[in-house]
């Protein structure tokens, strides 16, 4: 389980073969939302186990709760994460699963090397997944 010590979001890979990788991941009450990103291949599908989530896709934003279910076209600018006042849990789903799991791996570990005091370390580049990965 990879885990955000900043933000203190969690993420667990339930499953992953050529066609799907889904996870698990939950989010605090108030946690920050991703930044404002697009996968240039890939849907993404996301359903709300329980709590609330907040989601901004196509300049709408929506509040998500426990059986909603959100689905995010392949090149569809968005940005998801936590409810100010509910933590959550979600399914997550990413079709096809490309290099998604690699780069959380980089990332929840570049983020856990800066609050180690180990920046210098983390060498991760959000740009060496621009397949997988660019922001809006």
Not at 88 to 100: D, K, Q
Request: net charge negative; hydrophobic share 40%.
């Amino acid at each position: 389980m990879l885990k955000n010590p900043f933000t203190g979001q969690t993420l667990e890979r339930v499953s992953e073969d050529d066609e799907v990788l889904v996870m698990e991941t939950t989010y605090a009450a108030g946690g920050a939302q991703a930044p404002a990103h697009f996968h240039p291949a890939q849907e993404e599908r996301f359903t709300v186990i329980s709590g609330a989530v907040r989601a901004g896709v196509g300049g709408e934003e929506r509040i998500l709760r426990e059986g909603d279910v959100l689905v995010v076209p392949a090149g569809t600018p968005h940005d998801f994460g936590g409810h100010p006042e509910e933590p959550a849990r979600v399914r997550w789903e990413v079709r096809p699963p490309l290099r998604t799991w690699e780069f959380f791996e980089g990332l929840f570990g570049s983020l856990q090397a800066h609050a180690d005091g180990r920046g210098d370390e983390a060498g991760f580049d959000v740009a060496d997944y621009d397949d997988v990965f660019r922001l809006a």
